[in-house]
């Protein structure tokens, strides 16, 4: 079946720090993924998405890019600040199945001045 | 509106009480979902309305009821509930097809004593 896999949290790091975290899947077919963000107290945001393979999804200094061949979907930041703090969700979306989900751990990220 | 929006966002209620979580949401998405998420966790999901009809139930216990009055509405009926249960009850909604994802609410922090 389809799943999700994201590194251990929390991450660590000082403010203008290059940020990755790292995210695999499993899939029958082919997924569209995404990449949401979770801050204390709310829900999950909409973060980037890629529907197809080699498409970089990005936004507010974020980027992924779905590499097919590796089955990875890795979140990129250059510069991390404070305010970037927050649970990061990958997840993935089945073509025979889209009302289904299928969302990594977490992986909580911590940005210190 | 790009908004889904959840009432109430905390409520605190008894083992014996019923109460009732409301969910709304105007940007024409015809499928709609109630999702579980403890601390520290990616959330579960719960249900899945399509065009008003229920179309995922995982396995959630009957104390849990959810009801679609209308495609812009969804509810989510409590009675009887386990501290166990005591958890961010998330809405999502989302338009028909895999590229889409989800828009969510900012949830409701359910505390059973």
């Known amino acids: 079946g389809d799943s999700v896999t994201q590194m251990e949290g929390p991450v660590t790091l000082s403010e203008e720090a290059f940020l990755t975290i790292n995210c695999t899947y499993t899939?029958?077919?082919?997924?569209?993924l995404f990449w949401y963000v979770q801050y204390p107290g709310e829900g999950l945001q909409l973060l980037l998405k890629?529907?197809?393979?080699?498409d970089k999804g990005s936004n507010k200094g974020f980027e992924a890019t779905y590499r097919k061949e590796t089955t990875s979907f890795h979140l990129e930041k250059g510069s991390v600040q404070v305010s970037d703090s927050a649970v990061y969700f990958c997840a993935l979306s089945d073509l025979y199945n889209f009302n289904k989900f299928y969302f990594g751990s977490g992986t909580k990220l911590n940005v210190k001045p | 509106d790009t908004e889904v929006t959840q009432t109430p966002k905390h409520l605190v209620m008894g083992m014996t009480n019923k109460k009732s979580l409301k969910c709304e949401q105007h940007m024409g998405h015809r499928a709609m979902y109630w999702y579980k998420q403890k601390a520290k966790k990616p959330p579960e999901l719960m249900f899945v309305?399509?065009?008003?009809?229920?179309?995922i139930n995982e396995s959630v216990p009957s104390r849990f009821s959810p009801e679609c009055p209308n495609s812009s509405l969804l509810n989510l009926h409590l009675h009887a509930l386990q501290p166990e249960d005591s958890a961010l009850y998330l809405c999502?909604?989302?338009?028909?097809?895999?590229?889409?994802?989800?828009?969510f609410g900012s949830g409701t922090r359910l505390t059973v004593v």
């Open positions: 999502a909604s989302s338009q028909e097809g895999q590229e889409y994802g989800y828009t």
């Open positions: 890629a529907t197809k393979a080699d």
């Open positions: 899939a029958t077919g082919y997924p569209s």
């Open positions: 309305y399509s065009y008003e009809k229920l179309s």
